[in-house]
């Protein structure tokens, strides 16, 4: 197995469902294609909604991690372990974005994140996939998804909402490898924050990304082509 197809399988992993079940899941009427906001279609696919976040103990133990913050201690930001210092540093970038347009936000915080050191979760962590949280990532760098949700909580701490994010994971088809991205709905059109590109693309814009699911804090979406 190369480490693309690992890759994949590792992301598809935190899923613990398998596409058959997925189908399952929308015959079931557990995911349904209505939703209360509008969302341009992403990468020419149909979203099918489910509130069930269960299946992604990665992305719900990331946010768990995130929101219990009571056990951080003082120490330096030289320290190898997070602490209040590394927090005090993001909030003090957060506060030179306030007052800022949002896209404005947006182009700086996916800039700033994308300073970032690339690090695999296997060299990382020592595991094929593990979804880090933004203190994890300022402290140890990390991978695809590390970025996205760096960039989401940033974005939730500014403010702007829930429903109007997802992280989504995606197949890169020019280098048959997943991948994982945040998309930002604003105004209509999806903005894409990628590690791999400097500035902030329209999706409308990307023709070699097909996306498998999309999930936020409260809902995940499944995509299938159109």
Not at 14 to 34: E, M
Not at 114 to 124: F, Q
Request: proline fraction near 3%; charged fraction near 20%; glycine fraction near 6%.
């Amino acid at each position: 197995m190369n480490l693309a197809n690992a890759r994949f399988r590792g992301l598809w992993a935190g899923l613990r469902i398998s596409a058959l079940a997925a189908l399952l899941f929308i015959l079931s009427g557990v995911v349904a294609p209505a939703r209360a906001i509008i969302y341009p279609a992403l990468f020419s696919t149909q979203e099918f909604r489910s509130d069930n976040l269960e299946i992604f103990p990665k992305w719900t133990g990331a946010l768990d991690r995130y929101f219990d913050e009571k056990r951080l201690g003082d120490g330096e930001c030289t320290g190898e372990e997070f602490n209040r210092c590394y927090l005090g540093e993001w909030q003090s970038f957060l506060n030179t974005l306030v007052g800022l347009d949002r896209r404005s936000q947006i182009e700086k915080i996916n800039r700033y994140m994308n300073e970032a050191w690339y690090i695999t979760d296997i060299r990382n962590y020592g595991v094929l996939d593990y979804w880090a949280t933004p203190r994890q990532f300022f402290t140890r760098d990390g991978d695809c998804e590390d970025y996205a949700i760096a960039k989401f909580m940033s974005l939730r701490a500014l403010g702007l909402g829930n429903e109007l994010m997802r992280v989504v994971v995606l197949q890169d088809l020019n280098l048959q490898t997943a991948h994982a991205v945040l998309v930002v709905y604003l105004d209509g059109e999806a903005l894409i924050l990628d590690n791999q590109v400097l500035q902030v693309v329209p999706a409308d814009q990307i023709r070699h990304y097909q996306p498998y699911y999309s999930l936020n804090e409260t809902s995940w979406w499944l995509h299938q082509p159109l």
